[in-house]
């Protein structure tokens, strides 16, 4: 049954690469029912976000009108980079089905292992300057946030 979700994505990948996008591909399925597909769009929407399990999860929500995608499974050609993972558990996916991996990526010119490995690091020794200045107004909007009764986390 997997494999039938992530042989889908790889033809979804397949077919987006003759198409002038990237090699990637993912499905959302919930109770064996196709919800979204998504294909890697960067290079043909000049979008750095716009990655294949990105779009799927775009499409799953609108269709569901919802942006927890609880009960749904992503099946994706490859293992999701860092930003596609924080999106999936951001969507609060139960569970994730990839074929290559991160060294498979990497292989063909993909430096995902890079982001894995600044993330580990400490803010100041990350190699993209960040710099934190404290703004009460920030806080303030924080505060405000906790303040509301009916604030709907997510």
């Known amino acids: 049954m997997h494999s039938k979700y992530l042989k889908l994505a790889a033809r979804i990948a397949g077919n987006n690469i003759e ?13 064996g029912e196709i919800i979204s597909e998504g294909a ?9 976000t716009a990655h294949a ?14 942006f927890d995608l609880s009960g749904c499974t992503l099946y994706a050609t490859c293992e999701p980079c860092p930003m596609c ?7 609060r996916i139960d569970e994730v089905y990839f074929a290559s991996d991160r060294k498979d990526a990497s292989e ?7 982001i894995y490995d600044e993330l580990s690091k400490s803010p100041g020794k990350r190699k993209l300057k960040m710099n934190r200045i404290e703004l009460s107004e920030a806080k303030a909007v924080l505060d405000k946030w906790k303040s509301m009764e009916e604030r709907g986390m997510y």
Do not use: C, H, M, Q
């Open 108 to 114: 063909a010119g993909f430096d995902d292992e890079f």
């Open 40 to 48: 890697n769009k960067v290079r043909t929407e000049n979008d750095p």
């Open 19 to 31: 198409n002038g996008g990237g090699p990637f591909g993912a499905v959302i399925v919930r109770d």
């Open 85 to 91: 993972l924080g999106a999936i558990y951001w969507a």
């Open 53 to 66: 399990e990105i779009e799927a999860i775009r499409l799953a929500a609108g269709k569901l009108k919802s």
